[in-house]
C-alpha cells in the first residue's frame, strides 16, 4: 500500500485494473485487526472505480499519517494533544499546525454535543449521503468511545485541514459494537435526518 501525498489518494490492488487510486471518502468501512498491535492493522473496504468494492489492508501510520506527510516514529497522544515522537525530528508543516491548535479532521460528537479532532482511524464507516456529492461518516470518539454520525463534504474526509464550517448530524446515539452501529448508521443515513452543527473546535 502507497499514499501519494500529492495526489491525496491511497494505492490498493484492483482485480481488474491492478492499481486503483482511491481517496479516503471512497472508503466504505474501516475496522482495526485484533491481534496485531505493533504497528496495529486496519481492514479497509472501498469503493473501487471499476464498479466493485474491494478489501485491502493498511497499517496505523500509513492510515493516519501518511495523508500529513509526517515521517515514522511519532505518534499524537489525542488525551493530551501533544506529539510524543519516537526520536524522530518534526520539521513537518504539518505538525506545527497541529500543534498550533488546526486539526487535520474533525467531527462533531453528539453524545458530548461538540467538535472533536480525529484522524480516519476513527472512522468506522462512510457512505454517499444525501444530497449527492455529501458523505456520510460514522466515527468512534477518541474521547467518549461513542459513535456519531455526521454529513460532510468529500473534502472534509479527503484534505487534511480543510474542515467544513457546518457539518450535518443526526442526534442520535450509536451502540458502541460496530455490528449494531452498521446496521443502525445504514438505516440512519439515508432517514435525512440531519440537521447543521457548527463544527468549530474550541
Ligand atoms: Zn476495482
Ligand atoms: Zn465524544
Redesign the pocket.
Known amino acids: 500500500m502507497i499514499y501519494d501525498a500529492l495526489t491525496s489518494r491511497y494505492t490498493f490492488p484492483c482485480p481488474t485494473h491492478g492499481d486503483a487510486h482511491v481517496r479516503l471518502s471512497a472508503f466504505r468501512e474501516l475496522e482495526r485487526l485484533p491481534g496485531a498491535a505493533h504497528p496495529s492493522l486496519y481492514r479497509i473496504s472501498f469503493a473501487c472505480s471499476c464498479g466493485d468494492d474491494h478489501v485491502g489492508l493498511l497499517t496505523h501510520d500509513k492510515l493516519d499519517w501518511q495523508p500529513l506527510g509526517l515521517g515514522k516514529g511519532t505518534f499524537l497522544n489525542l488525551m493530551t494533544d501533544r506529539f510524543e515522537p519516537i526520536g524522530a525530528e518534526l520539521g513537518d508543516l504539518a505538525a506545527r499546525r497541529i500543534e498550533g491548535g488546526e486539526w487535520p479532521w474533525s467531527f462533531f460528537?453528539?453524545?458530548?454535543d461538540?467538535p472533536?479532532p480525529v484522524f480516519p482511524s476513527a472512522f468506522i464507516l462512510l457512505a454517499p449521503g444525501t444530497p449527492a456529492g455529501s458523505v456520510g461518516i460514522a466515527v468512534r470518539?477518541?474521547?467518549?468511545?461513542?459513535t456519531?454520525i455526521n454529513l460532510v463534504s468529500p473534502e472534509h474526509v479527503d484534505l487534511p485541514f480543510l474542515n467544513d464550517g457546518d457539518i450535518g448530524g443526526i442526534d442520535h446515539v450509536f451502540a458502541g459494537d460496530a455490528a449494531t452501529a452498521l446496521e443502525d448508521f445504514r438505516s440512519e443515513l439515508y432517514s435525512a435526518d440531519f440537521d447543521s452543527r457548527r463544527l468549530l473546535l474550541e
Open positions: 460528537c453528539y453524545p458530548e461538540r472533536r470518539c477518541p474521547a467518549c468511545a461513542r456519531s
